[in-house]
């Protein structure tokens, strides 16, 4: 057996419970976890889960049955998330933007029985749930402020702690006992996608799945065991969930948790992690220390010091995802020495299925498929995958698992894309999202969306153009670029809309979409815009928490001015 083919079957039969109990007998002391001021050991980690899962058990949680989690990233989630898992229970975290209507959907759905709350914010979420006839037995509250219900069902982290222990004294092998009986084709989380058009689906990974992913994502990226990196987005995210859960396990890897993403750049600067995967949204955030910086003044010395300043100096797999990245910000990275590593997956592809890498980086591409993964494209130019780390399906409202492949076990994406002789693809659109004007044209709409944010005033573009005999487009400021950008000229403003109706403001926008239309060919050109006065975001339903476009949800709030772009 080859060392590839070693790896890979091994990870076929392994779990992620196998993998952390490696990581409590062989590096007890290194460092796992650490928030603010405090840090775990992996063998203070192991004695953390063993008393939460045995509290999670006096509550009743069993194996199979769903856990949902609302919270900020921190140890406590970390750890009941695993806790759960060493029960054979499914834990599943939701985005804490979701509505009410949409976390009673969830409810319901996954049929859970405890769920774990942060604060008083996730409540108000839950009261419909709460109020509301379901399935929810216990609701464990981190904030202990927060809970002023009388609720029966509500206990405090400090209380499932002392049930758990006290559970451990009467039976010391309850958590290993449960452990032991869980396998490779186990259920071992649920991610809900939120979906651009805000439909839910319940993606169901396996233990095989998991790490089998955390595996090739380990051999794409060559990570050194114990590394720091940091934990920022929300742990709903598959991404995130893999990184800094899955793949740390995997890789002993020393997480470092941020609750609060404009606390990133001080927790980058401090934890310098190996491996940092972002949003391009968080890449234009960092490139503003960058951008002041005249290009005759980036020596290779002060590179060295920007990226050890920003805390990129040992990133050695620095990558961007979820959607399209503009070429400039890449190119802006790479004049202080930062390769920005483009990737490819979904939920349904257990995250990470096609990156680029070092000493394989092919810019304006995704990348080439993980280890162990198939990648082709069907005859309309949708991304096919196929391999261990496919989902096993999605969760059905009675506990069925239906299957997310086709018969020969190849998952159809919804994404269109190409690859070329090299194995490299490249995604150019969402099939259903494709632009067909009235003249028959097909247009990318993230393409001419990508070339408009380029200008960093501009922080969100939606293009619109289907059927219509030219593409319009819908800006938005961005809210921390903009102001500054008119604060350095002098420019007076108190709000967000005063600042978008500004002539000086209205002629850089005007300059960077013709600046967008020199790098388009015509059928992709903007004829007609508008800045919206107001910006946009998850709250506001335009975005999903991935920060990606709702675009029926934009095209039905927006109608009236589209038809007036349509109509001047």
Known sequence: MTESEAWAAAALETTVLQLFSRNVAQFPQQPALADGDRTLTWEQVRHEVQVVAAGLAALGLQLGQAMLIMAPNRVEHWLVDVAAAHLGAVPSTLYPTLSQDQVHYAAHHSRAKVVVLDSADQLRRWSKVLRNASDVQHVVVLDEQAMVSADERFRTWDRLRELGEQRLREDPELVQ?????????????????????????????????????????HQATQAERHAPRICYLPLAHIAERMVSIYAAIHDVAHVHFCADQKQLPAVLARARPSLFFAVPRVWEKLAAALRDIPADQRTPQAARRLRSRLGLDRATWPASGAAPIDRELVELFSTIGVDIFELWGMTETTGCATTNRAGANRPGTVGRPVPGVEVRTSDDGEVLVRGPLVCAGYLEPDGAIRPATDADGWLRTGDVGTVDADGYLSITDRKKELIITDGGKNIAPTLVESALRAHPLLGHALVFGDRRPYLVALLVLDEDAAPKWARERGIAFGSLRELAEHPAVQSEVAAAVAAANDRLNRPEQVKRYRVLAHSWGVEGGELTPTLKLKRRVIHEKYADVIDQLYST
Not at 178 to 184: D, E, R, V
Not at 201 to 208: A, F, I, N, Q, Y
Not at 210 to 217: E, G, H, R, T
């Open 177 to 217: 006992r449960a452990s032991t009986a869980i396998g490779p084709a186990d259920p071992a989380a649920i991610i809900y996608t939120s979906g651009t058009t805000g439909e839910q689906k319940g993606v169901v990974l396996t233990h095989r799945n998991i790490c089998f992913a955390a595996a090739a994502l």
